[in-house]
Structure formats: C-alpha cells, structure tokens
C-alpha cells in the first residue's frame, strides 16, 4: 500500500483525529523537519518514537531512513499499534511497534481490548537500556500528570545512548507566557488557579485535565537534572500566540548531562581535534579545552582518548 493510501487510511478511521486531528501527512513531515534540525540521522540511528500515534511521523522518517538502522514505536492505545503494524511493518522491515501498557484519563475510552503480552516503559527500559540514538515524544508529555512526567523522563533517559538526543514537545510556562495568556493573544489559556493547586502544572480544561497540560520550566529543568539529562535547546512554538515556523507547541532538545571521564587528558583532546583553536602547551587553551568537551565534544561524539 502506497504512504498516500495509508494517509487516507488514517484519516477515514478517525485515527488522524484522535491523536490531534489535522492533515496527518503535514504534522508527519513537520515532526520529521523538527527532527532533522536537531538531528543527524545516518544508517547507525536507532530511532525510539514514544507516543507514535498512528504513525505520522512514522511513515516520513522511515522512508527517510531507506531501510537502515532500526526504528521503534510505542503507543498506549491498541487499535492505533494495530493500524500501524499491518499497515507500516509490513512495508518497512526495520521498523517495530509496541503497544505499552498504561492508563491516561484523556484516552480512557479507547484502551481497550488490553492484551497479556503488553510492554510496560520500565520493562522496556531495562530489556533495553542505552539502545536509542534518537528518542522523540511529540504531544506526550502534554497529557501527563506531574508524576510520571518525572518517571517516564527518568525511563527514556536510560534508553537513550551517552551521545543519544531526546526530542519532545511540551507547552512551557514561564513569564512571558504568562503575559501572552493575560492579554489574550495565546491559543491556549492556561488557568492559574490550577498552578495552586499543582504545583508547576496548569491544566487549559479543569473537567478533562489530561487534554492540555502546562509545566513551568523550573519543573522542566528540574526533572531532567534528576533523570540525568541536560536541556540542550529550546524552540517556543506558537501557542503562545507568537509566529514560530517550527512547531505549535514548545520543542524541547535533551542530551545526557556531560561529565569529564576520569581518565580525561585535555592536551590529548587538543591534539586529536586539530580544527580547535587553543594550545595544548597553554594553561587557559587547557582549560577550554574542558569547556569544550562539556558544552560541544561530549554531544557531538567528539574523541577523548
């Protein structure tokens, strides 16, 4: 079957509306230039997309990926795995999808038909730990509770290989926002009566909390420094009533927070990347060498020894 026909496919059984509506082969491509901005894919990546959803991204990436590396699938609702296997592993053979088990009060009505052989994402995290390259999660976090915002960023982290990236859109909020919301130019209006009662997390709908979830940034870079990640970059998406040509929502970029190894030489770092520009016989050209390797060469593989 043709990527225009599964397209259709998607749209006639309602699943496109179910994991957000929209044209699926826009929001697919979308995510997919999301994710060639911040990463380099290449015939080694294995790819790790936690809430695939019915298989937007899916279908650009692993055409993009002409059959090399490895991708993975993961979604809590079962039609949506079962669409994506019979329609999208039958195409590409490099490609797997997993259905995980776990509740969400948004999507309630549709986990259905539970099976025994269901995965959870702590299983799935030791049977498979720092096995990804590349891990996104478009339009997941956005239906958490603060609780396992913190667990499952915790569990992707330990999937994520040393020099791996994590991708996720969120909606984040700080001052600014704050300020776009009161002056009624966000899309979304964010109630700060529930910050009181939650503490940095806004829900945009009281009866459906799940729909809509905010997180402050503090909470963000609180979580990811507990889960061992540092966050890398970040994009402010349009909700916020402001033009982005990114995304809707906020993209977040993590990484492994870097550390120097033990056995770290900075002179021998000098000497191996010769397209840096300090001396290895200067104290200072040293010590941004360090500097460096935490900010640019731990990320970019960079060797050290």
């Given amino acids: 079957m043709s990527h225009e026909s599964i397209i259709q496919l998607m749209i006639d059984k309602g699943y496109s509306d179910l994991v957000g509506g929209g044209d699926p082969r826009d929001n697919g491509e979308l995510n997919l ?29 692993l055409e993009q990926m002409q ?36 509740q969400n009060s948004h999507y309630s009505k549709w986990l259905n038909n539970i099976r025994s052989n269901d995965y959870n994402l702590a299983h799935l995290a030791e049977t498979e730990c720092q096995s ?7 339009s997941v976090f956005t239906h958490m509770p603060k609780r396992e915002m913190a667990l499952n960023l915790n569990l992707l982290s330990n999937l994520l290989q040393p020099n791996g990236k994590i991708i996720l859109s969120m909606f984040l909020i700080n ?14 209006s964010f109630n700060r009566n529930s910050f009181k009662l939650n503490q940095h997390i806004f829900y945009a709908d009281q009866k459906d909390p799940m729909a809509a979830v905010g997180v402050t940034e503090d909470f963000l870079f609180d979580i990811a420094s507990e889960s061992g990640l540092t966050v890398t970059d970040i994009h402010y998406g349009r909700w916020r009533g402001r033009p982005s040509e990114l995304s809707f929502q906020d993209v977040v970029v993590l990484g492994k927070a870097a550390h120097l ?3 770290f030489n900075a002179k021998r770092y000098l000497d191996m990347n010769s397209d840096l520009p300090w001396s290895p016989e200067s ?23």
């Fill in 132 to 138: 990804y390259s590349l891990i996104t999660a478009f």
């Fill in 283 to 305: 104290p200072s050209g040293l010590l941004d060498a360090k500097l460096h390797y935490l900010h640019h060469g731990y990320y970019e593989g960079r060797r050290s020894k």
């Fill in 261 to 263: 190894p033990d056995n």
């Fill in 67 to 102: 059959g090399a590396g490895k991708y993975v699938g993961i979604d809590i609702i079962p039609d949506l795995i079962d669409f994506c296997i019979s329609e999208i592993s039958t195409i590409y053979s490099n490609s797997q999808f997993i259905r995980v088990d776990a």
């Fill in 33 to 61: 230039a999301i994710l060639n901005k911040y990463y380099s894919l290449n015939e080694n990546s294995s790819v790790l997309d936690y809430g695939c959803g019915c298989g937007r991204l899916a279908l650009p990436l």
């Fill in 175 to 188: 001052s600014f926002t704050h300020s776009c919301i009161e002056s009624g130019i966000s899309m979304i």
